[in-house]
């Protein structure tokens, strides 16, 4: 079955900085990554996806790139706030069976 | 914005007992999905559902858990004699294409079983 690594496990930044989050995929057939944010007490929430046949895809403040050769992909989140703070977890995705990494928890820190 | 609801937020129930969890996902929507998340550690998927028959179920869906959809609107999760390792955030979630977006997560029930 598909198997999902991602990192960091935490990630700290000072507001404004940057901070990339990596995740590698081990199935090819895989074909929809998409990134979910879950604050504390609450359900993962779909912040920005990309499909197989995309390489980038950024919407404001957040971009996801894919590398389907090497099967990776990456969130970048820049100007970083601490709204931004949460667990971030990747999931890769093929017909109806969703897997996700096991997240990266980013501080923020004003 | 359309939600998908999970009944009980919470659930204790003792070891050996049997739990039903509930989820109302978004009405227009077609694949239910459920998924568990102990505590501080990652998402893992259960199963899926489409077309009221599982199409994908995972390793850690064996024969003490099942799903069914009664109605037009529930989907529930039923775990026959629940052990201690059972504890978990249960989070249903739906979608209304097959893998074309990504999926509206309910806000869980956490299951503490003691």
Known sequence: GENVEQHPSTLSVQEGDSAVIKCTYSDSASNYFPWYKQELGKGPQLIIDIRSNVGEKKDQRIAVTLNKTAKHFSLHITETQPEDSAVYFCAANKVDDMRFGAGTRLTVKP | ?114
């Open chain 2, 1 to 114: 914005e359309p939600e998908v609801t999970q009944t009980p937020s919470h659930q204790v129930t003792q070891m050996g007992q049997e739990v039903i969890l509930r989820c109302v996902p978004i009405s227009n929507h077609l694949y239910f999905y459920w998924y568990r998340q102990i505590l501080g550690q990652k998402v893992e998927f259960l199963v899926s559902f489409y077309n009221n028959e599982i199409s994908e179920k995972s390793e850690i869906f064996d024969d003490q858990f099942s799903v069914e959809r009664p109605d037009g609107s529930n989907f529930t999760l039923k775990i026959r004699s629940t052990k201690l390792e059972d504890s978990a955030m249960y989070f249903c979630a739906s979608s209304e294409l097959q893998g074309a977006r990504g999926y509206t997560f309910g806000s869980g029930t956490r299951l503490t079983v003691v």
